[in-house]
């Protein structure tokens, strides 16, 4: 059964940092794309950035283009996102998501098979 649960989420003020994890269960990280997404209240999930060995590190939001991060620890199955100077327009629901079926990352919601639960980020000014 293929899982994800994301960890690491929680409340800073502007310009503090946190890091989100993405353990994985079911899958290896090999050929499989990992996103990171984010939705803020009352708008659309939106990709962040997304990680493969086909494509690398892949940037959606240009915004966080200098402060975020994604890694992968292929011993531990579990995908990071380091979010650094944040703001608070990086408040939101995070959540990684996985493509099991195409070894690329891809910006779209559709293309990812299974989502973990969601962990809250609050950026205060």
């Known amino acids: 059964e293929v899982q994800l649960v994301e960890s690491g989420g929680g409340s800073v003020q502007a310009g503090g940092s946190l890091r989100l994890s993405c353990a994985a269960s079911g899958f290896t990280f090999d050929n499989a794309a990992i996103g990171w997404f984010r939705q803020a209240p009352g708008k659309e999930r939106q990709a962040v950035l997304c990680?493969?060995?086909?494509?690398?590190?892949?940037y959606y939001v240009d915004s966080v283009k200098g402060r975020f991060t994604v890694s992968s620890d292929n011993a531990k199955n579990t995908v990071y996102l380091q979010m650094n100077t944040l703001k608070p327009e990086d408040t939101a629901s995070y959540y990684c998501?996985?493509?099991?079926?195409?070894?690329?990352?891809?910006?779209?919601?559709?293309?990812?098979?299974?989502w973990g639960q969601g962990t809250q980020v609050t950026v205060s000014s």
């Open positions: 998501a996985v493509d099991l079926v195409n070894n690329w990352c891809s910006p779209l919601v559709s293309m990812y098979d299974h």
């Open positions: 990680i493969s060995s086909t494509d690398g590190n892949q």
